[in-house]
Structure formats: C-alpha cells, structure tokens
C-alpha cells in the first residue's frame, strides 16, 4: 500500500471501496490516507502508526486521535451535504449480482458433531453466544446447509490446526491460514470463505482438523463460531 500512496495511486482494495461507495451513493473516510499524511508532515513516527513494527496506532492515544480526526472530518463533510431530512432515494441495483446481501447463520442444529468437539460458552466474543471448540486431531463435523456460498467464522491463531474440507464429496480443500509472526496464537475473529461458486441449492461440508509440520503451527485446536450462507 506504501508504494501507491508514495506515488499519489489508489491501492487496488481501497479502489474497490471506493467503487461501491460511488455506486450506492453513500460517503468513505480512508483513515490510512490520514495517517500516512500525518507521518508524512511529521506529526508522528512509522512506528507509532504501524501495529505490525510494534507502534500505538491503535488503541492507544496517537492512532485514537487519528482515527477520531477522519470521522469528524468525513461527518462534518457528510452534514455539509444533508438535504434536509428529504427521504433518500431508492438503493440502485447491486453492482454485483452475486453479492452477499442474502447472508444468514447456518442453525446450529444443522451441524452434526460429538465427543471431541465441545460447545462452549462465549466470553471473549459475546455476540456469538457460543462456539465449538476441538484439540483432537482428526475430529470431524458436518454441516447442511442450503446457498450458493459458504463461510465459517473462526477464531484463528497459531494454536489453530490445518482445516480439510470437502463439499457435496468433492474434491478435498486444506485452508492453513495466514501464519505470519504478527498472528496471535489464538484470539483473532475471522471470517473464511470456503466455498463461493456452488449451484444455490442444498450442500453437505465435511470438516476435520489436523496438525501440520509447518512454521508458526503450534498445534491443532479449532473454535468454530458460526457458518454462514446466501442464496
């Protein structure tokens, strides 16, 4: 990202962002372009701007107050343009037909576990409610479910184990995930997409959990807080 923004480009995400800002009508403050004019005019150090070199970006005072400064400044942007409190108009048809607009919860009572695999009450994230959570190499899940997509909402760290998977008995998928040395070893909520290109219908996942000989793999614990799907 560094790179574009020294030489005045969008980077390719924001790009997208900004397009579908465009396109529904709606506002975007880029706190990142903030910050990095602020390290650019000398208001702050690299360090104190990227989490990953072990700086205060956030949530500690200097990465606060830029992250506050871009709010009020994309709010008063926002309020300069309000019409009124005339009704806004119509949304115009998704950009994307195959959007996820249609995302649900797969019900629990969908998944077919047992003994290793333990619910448990959610502390750390407790809008989740509950997860299930597992250490034992090979358990397995399944999981019916009806859509064109599937996604699963995991608490992914070091101590997470190598996920195979396969839909409908198709071909075998193994998702590691990103083992970085700024990862966690457990503790960080993601969403993982794994599958995006099914026939809208109803599916079968089988799931298993397995260790791997690899950098950053510290063991092979899965916590699983939901699966989601779209027609």
Wanted: overall charge negative; glycine content about 10%.
């Amino acid at each position: 990202m560094h790179a574009d923004l020294a030489a005045g480009k969008l980077p390719w995400i924001i790009q997208e962002t900004e397009t579908l800002a465009r396109h529904y009508g709606i506002g975007s403050a880029w706190a990142g372009l903030h910050a990095y004019r602020a390290v650019r005019a000398g208001r702050l150090a690299w360090e104190q701007w990227l989490p990953v070199a072990g700086g205060t970006l956030h949530p500690f005072a200097a990465g606060s107050m830029l992250y506050a400064e871009s709010a009020f400044s994309f709010l008063e942007e926002e309020l300069s343009r309000a019409d009124g409190g005339e009704d806004r108009p119509a949304l115009p048809a998704p950009l994307y037909a195959g959007n996820y607009e249609t995302l649900r919860s797969v019900p629990q009572e969908n998944w077919n576990f047992a003994s290793p695999w333990q619910v448990r009450r959610e502390l750390r994230f407790p809008w989740y409610g509950t997860s299930v959570y597992t250490a034992a190499v090979g358990a397995a899940l399944t999981v019916r479910f009806r859509g064109r997509m599937l996604a699963a909402q995991f608490d992914f760290g070091k101590r997470c184990g190598i996920l195979k998977y396969r839909i409908d008995g198709g071909e075998e998928c193994v998702y590691t995930g990103v083992r970085e040395a700024w990862v966690p070893d457990t503790g960080w909520c993601i969403p993982v997409l794994l599958a995006d290109d099914l026939e809208n219908g109803e599916h079968v996942l089988e799931l298993s959990v397995h260790y791997a000989q690899m950098p950053d793999c510290k063991g092979s614990e899965c916590k699983i807080f939901d699966f989601m799907s779209a027609e």
